[in-house]
């Protein structure tokens, strides 16, 4: 059993930028794909970014340019730099993990086992 939390969100001006973590701890897969989802009000939750027991990473395209996902393998933990923020970047953010591979994308939250309990984040 996976247990992901989340740490790091909050309130920020826009152009400002944030840095999200998520620490993992129980059963890590050989293969894994990790990723970070956001859901705003109202809206479906969407993949942000993603990244793969290899170390190869995927974005959404409102993103690219401006985040940044990595991990610590070491201390078993995801990141997500967040860079330029925009109002609209306004959601809850997740941190997901699943077993297997990113298979080149982030893919839909369906496919994710494993979830944190969100972060907010808040660009005025």
């Known amino acids: 059993h996976v247990q992901l939390v989340e740490s790091g969100g909050g309130s920020v001006q826009a152009g400002g930028s944030l840095r999200l973590s998520c620490a993992a701890s129980?059963?890590?897969?050989?293969?894994?794909?990790m990723a970070w989802f956001r859901q705003a009000p109202g809206k479906e939750r969407e993949g942000v970014a993603a990244?793969?027991?290899?170390?190869?990473?995927r974005y959404a395209d409102s993103v690219k340019g401006r985040f940044s996902i990595s991990k610590d393998a070491a201390k078993s933990t995801l990141h997500l730099r967040m860079n330029s923020l925009k109002p609209e970047d306004t959601a809850m953010y997740y941190c997901?993990?699943?077993?297997?591979?990113?298979?080149?994308?982030?893919?839909?939250?369906?496919?994710?086992?494993?979830w944190g309990q969100g972060t907010q984040v808040t660009v005025s």
């Open positions: 129980g059963y890590i897969y050989l293969k894994y794909c």
């Open positions: 990244i793969g027991s290899d170390g190869s990473s």
């Open positions: 997901a993990a699943k077993g297997g591979d990113c298979y080149g994308s982030i893919g839909s939250y369906r496919y994710y086992s494993y």
